[in-house]
């Protein structure tokens, strides 16, 4: 009888309740929404690229979407953002259009910059995007002029600043990070971290392996953040970003991350090891974001395959609308490398 007791006890007890998600459905939604878009059209870029629809040089953010994705969430539409050549992934997540955006990279006029840009400069005034730029570290005085001229405006908007672990060892950085501190310039400034640069390792080009680091010998507060997570992104942005709009000056994040491809398409990556790359798989960011919705009964799987076919559908389309756009023209070629406005301080 006893035993039977003991049984039903058992039998009734409680399972342990479920983890409560810490953010909205539509957060969780947005994010994986960002994320697919982005590996849906880079894995296209690589397609396209292997038919010799793209040319030049190209860099995926294969692997590094919730970085796209917490940057997103984590500033606001009227803040700058500057970045690197591997920048697809950060067009696409700041509004640009993925018709634009490939066009841009097939060469045509109906490119984000006219197919003037190609793959390493887009660029687009109306979303506050300010590239995409070929030179290695070249954007981090560029950010902190950006920055500099919205403090200069009085406005409340920051300038995200961002390069890869290479970059961090020009000069300009240390240039720029110590005008932004002395002058308390209003940037954000984030090292992604992928491990290998162009395909050196991080150990054999510095003696400071944790880059944030870099940061303390300008007093400028920085951390380290889990750039495969989308949460961790964004509250490392928001907080940095209420840093920089009380007027304390810049900040500075180094992002870790992780790139599934070759540094361009014509890196093998023979110098790292299938093992390792299989190790940052298994955290693959928009693997991890749906088995939470789904655990945390956010989101049903119809609805996730519902958003992956319609971004399906959108890459495929802007595929069609690339391959069906014109070239720009010869005569076009000097077009929109300066600007004439006249100025009431100038006079003749």
Known sequence: MAETLVKKKRATKKAPAKSKAKYSKK???DWF?????????????LYAYSKQKIRGFCHVYIGQEAIAAGLTSGITKDDK???????????????????????ELYG???????????????FSKEHNYFGGNGIVGAQ????????????????????????????????????????????KIPVLYIVENNKYAMGTSVERTSNVHELYKIGSAFDMPSEPVDG???????????????????????Y?????????????????????????????????????IVNKMIDQKLATQKEIDKIKTEIDAEIEAAMKFADESDFPLGSELYDDNYVQKDYPFITD
């Open 140 to 183: 981090i005085p560029i950010g902190t002029g950006i920055a500099f001229a919205e403090q200069y405006r009085g406005s409340k908007n920051l300038c995200v600043t961002m390069f890869g672990d290479g970059a961090a060892r020009q000069g300009a950085l240390y240039e720029s990070f110590n005008m932004a501190m002395t002058w």
């Open 27 to 29: 957060q969780y939604l």
């Open 228 to 250: 495969m997570s989308p949460e961790a992104v964004h509250e490392a942005l928001e907080k940095a970003a209420k840093h920089i709009r009380s007027g304390k000056g810049p």
């Open 81 to 103: 953002v500057v970045t690197a050549y591997r920048q697809h992934g950060i067009a696409l997540s700041r509004g640009l259009d993925s018709n634009s955006c490939m066009a």
């Open 108 to 122: 045509k006029s109906t490119g984000c910059v006219k197919g003037k840009g190609g793959s390493m400069h887009f």
């Open 252 to 288: 500075f994040l180094e992002i870790n991350t992780y790139r599934y491809k070759g540094h361009s398409v014509s890196d093998p990556s023979k110098y790292r090891t299938k093992d390792e790359l299989n190790e940052y798989k298994e955290k693959d960011p928009i693997v991890m």
């Open 33 to 45: 929404t960002i994320m697919y878009r982005i590996r849906k059209f880079e894995e296209r870029t």
